[in-house]
């Protein structure tokens, strides 16, 4: 069956220090992933998706991800985070069936960012 | 409306009563799609629909649950003889199709549902 884990479920950091959240995947095929952010009283917003090409996959806000076959997995990077990055981040894979075609995702992980 | 509609945005309700919760989808998008979110965890899927075919209902918990889409427009979440563990913010989304096609699936802001 087709699963998403976030090994991290809080992270903190300094503002300008850079980032990296962790996400593994299980699924059969070539998988379509994304990546979700939530911030505080607010809804999902996309942030990225990888569907095929080019495995380094730029998003908005700064954020990239790169997908690695060999390791299952599609972490979420930025180089130097803003206070603002604060929110909870939640990786997600595309599950394709005979009468489906959802999102599958992660337990989160929340971003707390420090002054 | 330009994008993903719920209501109510808040409902708190007593135990043992029903809850229609809706969804009024971006124009044009054929998925639907309604997920739960219990505080401080992840989405859970419930239900997917796309256009007129069967939809996929492998994610709704017990028979209390249960939603309906009339072709590709509004779609409502009943949950029958509500109980505590209920209580989570009920997200609806919607996409031109399904997840691995390669379109956007947009979130609603989710409907905020408390069982006393």
């Known amino acids: 069956a087709q699963s998403v884990t976030q090994p991290d479920i809080h992270i903190t950091v300094s503002e300008g220090a850079s980032l990296e959240l962790r996400c593994n995947y299980s699924?059969?095929?070539?998988?379509?992933l994304f990546w979700y952010v939530q911030s505080p009283g607010q809804g999902l917003q996309l942030l990225l998706k990888?569907?095929?090409?080019?495995?380094l996959v730029q998003g908005i806000k700064g954020f990239e991800a790169e997908f690695k076959r060999s390791q299952s997995s599609f972490n979420l990077r930025k180089p130097s985070v803003h206070w603002s990055d604060a929110a909870e981040y939640f990786c997600a894979v595309g599950a394709r069936g005979y009468n489906t075609d959802k999102l599958i995702f992660g337990t989160g992980t929340r971003l707390q960012v420090f002054p | 409306g330009a994008g993903v509609s719920q209501s109510p945005s808040n409902k708190v309700t007593e135990k043992g009563k029903d809850v229609e919760l809706r969804c009024d989808p971006i124009s044009g998008h054929t998925a639907l799609y309604w997920y739960r979110q219990r505080l401080g965890q992840g989405l859970e899927f419930l239900i997917y629909?796309?256009?007129?075919?069967?939809?996929?209902k492998s994610g709704l918990p017990s028979d209390r649950f249960s939603a309906e889409r009339t072709g590709e427009s509004v779609s409502t979440l009943t949950i029958q003889r509500t109980q505590q563990e209920d209580s989570a913010v009920y997200l609806c989304?919607?996409?031109?199709?399904?997840?691995?096609?390669?379109?956007?699936?947009?979130f609603g802001e989710g409907s905020w549902l408390t069982v006393v």
């Open positions: 990888y569907f095929s090409g080019d495995t």
């Open positions: 989304a919607s996409s031109f199709t399904g997840t691995t096609s390669g379109n956007t699936i947009y």
């Open positions: 699924y059969g095929a070539t998988p379509y």
């Open positions: 629909f796309q256009g007129n075919s069967a939809p996929d």
